[in-house]
């Protein structure tokens, strides 16, 4: 069984008088492992990624995760909690909290009290000297490495990755790629990238490429 499925999977946005078709009708099979989507702005590919993640209700066809429609037989709560993991490009970091605060929101969500993974993405990330700073205080490399922190404190299985460079320079672009991919190897978690970037392909298991909607694996 693949760990995702997409059947017939369509998305529509109505913006006044114009209706976007994002998605056309995706029908892909996803295994483990980094997988890589890649293609130009517009694409469809980030559209793709928060179906696939549980944040947007395609408009039509089904997601399914191990077998399962996440929309309709699973609990997204729980698969957010504990099952999943975000990075976004944003980084989406909370400045009323500090550091350690942002990275423990999903410990808190899933009841989880385990500071083991907590304790070893602090060393790992090298960003045990910022728990008690504002995010805001932090520069755009370590905001991205304390999201990352978030992302993989629960040890989700999944991790779902939307252009995590975007708004770094090509030397924290490359720590940080180099960090979520030793992460996800080291505790065997899969990987949802998507990018523009070309030069991040030759780190996929697999590839795929988004035109107008349409997805296809090379």
Known sequence: MSLFELNNVKMHYSTGQRVINALNGINVSFEKGVNIIYGKSGSGKSTLL?????????????????????????????????????IFQAFNLIDQFSVEENICIPMRFAGNKDLNMFNRLKEILEIEDLMKRSPQSLSGGEQQRVAIARALVNHPRVIFADEPTGNLDEENSARVIKLILDLCREFDTTLFMVTHDMDLLEFADRRYRMIDGIIREE
Not at 60 to 82: P, T
């Open 50 to 86: 928060h179906v696939m993640a549980g944040f947007e209700e395609p408009t039509d066809g089904k997601v399914l995760y191990e077998g399962n429609d996440i929309y309709k037989e699973l609990d997204l709560r729980q698969l957010h909690s504990s099952e999943f993991g975000f």
